[in-house]
């Protein structure tokens, strides 16, 4: 009998770019595909109208009712004002985002767990899609949040730290990113945080490299939640993968 495959770092790190080969060869999903960024876009066309129709002419009032601001500077700060709300809105926009395309994200899991012959599970109610979503990020951000902001504070008061503290952020947001599109399809599944921890430490390998590739296209703007449905569907090919190669080795997480 053959050996099984292993699922180590490489494997991990072009699994991204497998996945969105594979989404763009399957029609059923273009649709899903696009949500997120549709979603982001919504958001934050949203946000630029009412900062421009709404928080400059107010900040313009409030500073005009004053009497002894000058109207161009009035102007000014409103027009600052504005540009302040559009781009806190960007991070709101990009936070949002992912929790409220829970539903299609879901979807493409689904597609791709039909393509792998994966086992039936039972369907989210639509609530609970949108609850998903959230846990993704929010377990992302509580795996990876506290650790990097003590190591960034640990560099400001010993900057030589920087040596050592900078890749282990690197790492840390790494592991982070993969924790937080893993959550999808463990959630799906019923994984529960015991065995997440375990999945993690015992694939450690595997979701470093995933977490690093994927992390790349956090360099550029947007393009995060662009590749989310592709991450969504990289981790669960690689979830599938490691159980059944665990199915000669081992108990699946």
Same mark, same amino acid.
């Given at each position: 009998?053959?050996?099984?495959?292993?699922?180590?770092?490489?494997?991990?790190?072009?699994?991204?770019?497998?996945?969105?080969?594979?989404?763009?060869?399957?029609?059923?999903?273009?649709?899903?595909?696009?949500?997120?960024?549709?979603?982001?876009?919504?958001?934050?066309?949203?946000?630029?109208?009412?900062?421009?129709?709404?928080?400059?002419?107010?900040?313009? &009032?409030?500073?005009?009712?004053?009497? !002894?601001?000058?109207?161009?500077?009035?102007?000014?700060? *409103? !027009?600052?004002?504005?540009?302040?709300?559009?781009?806190?809105? !960007?991070?709101?926009?990009?936070?949002?985002?992912?929790?409220?395309?829970?539903?299609?994200?879901?979807?493409?899991?689904?597609?791709?767990?039909? &393509?792998?012959?994966?086992?039936?599970?039972?369907?989210?109610?639509?609530?609970? &899609?949108?609850?998903?979503?959230?846990?993704?990020?929010? *377990?992302?951000?509580?795996?990876?949040?506290?650790?990097?902001?003590?190591? *960034?504070?640990?560099?400001?008061?010993?900057?030589?730290?920087?040596?050592?503290?900078?890749?282990?952020?690197?790492?840390?947001?790494?592991?982070?990113?993969?924790?937080?599109?893993?959550?999808?399809?463990?959630?799906?599944?019923?994984?529960?945080?015991?065995?997440? !921890?375990?999945?993690?430490?015992?694939?450690?390998?595997?979701?470093?490299?995933?977490?690093?590739?994927?992390?790349?296209?956090?360099?550029?703007?947007?393009?995060?939640?662009?590749?989310?449905?592709?991450?969504?569907?990289?981790?669960?090919?690689?979830?599938?993968?490691?159980?059944?190669? &665990?199915?000669?080795?081992?108990?699946?997480?």
């Amino acid at each position: 009998m053959a050996a099984p495959q292993v699922v180590g770092f490489w494997r991990g790190f072009v699994a991204p770019f497998s996945a969105a080969r594979r989404l763009l060869g399957r029609p059923a999903a273009w649709p899903w595909l696009v949500v997120p960024a549709l979603v982001f876009l919504g958001l934050e066309v949203a946000i630029i109208a009412v900062a421009w129709h709404t928080v400059r002419p107010w900040v313009n &009032e409030q500073l005009a009712r004053m009497g !002894w601001v000058p109207e161009a500077l009035a102007l000014g700060a *409103s !027009w600052l004002a504005a540009a302040l709300a559009v781009f806190l809105g !960007w991070f709101l926009a990009m936070f949002l985002a992912p929790v409220l395309s829970a539903p299609a994200l879901e979807r493409v899991v689904g597609l791709t767990e039909a &393509e792998l012959h994966a086992p039936a599970r039972a369907p989210l109610g639509f609530l609970a &899609e949108f609850y998903c979503g959230a846990r993704a990020l929010l *377990s992302s951000l509580a795996f990876t949040l506290p650790l990097v902001l003590g190591l *960034s504070l640990f560099e400001l008061l010993l900057p030589p730290a920087a040596v050592v503290c900078t890749p282990l952020k690197a790492l840390l947001g790494a592991l982070g990113v993969a924790w937080g599109l893993f959550d999808y399809p463990l959630t799906l599944r019923g994984i529960g945080a015991r065995q997440r !921890w375990h999945f993690v430490r015992q694939h450690f390998l595997v979701m470093l490299g995933f977490g690093s590739a994927f992390s790349l296209v956090f360099w550029l703007p947007c393009f995060g939640v662009v590749m989310l449905p592709v991450g969504v569907a990289a981790a669960t090919e690689l979830y599938w993968e490691i159980v059944r190669a &665990e199915g000669h080795r081992g108990p699946t997480p």
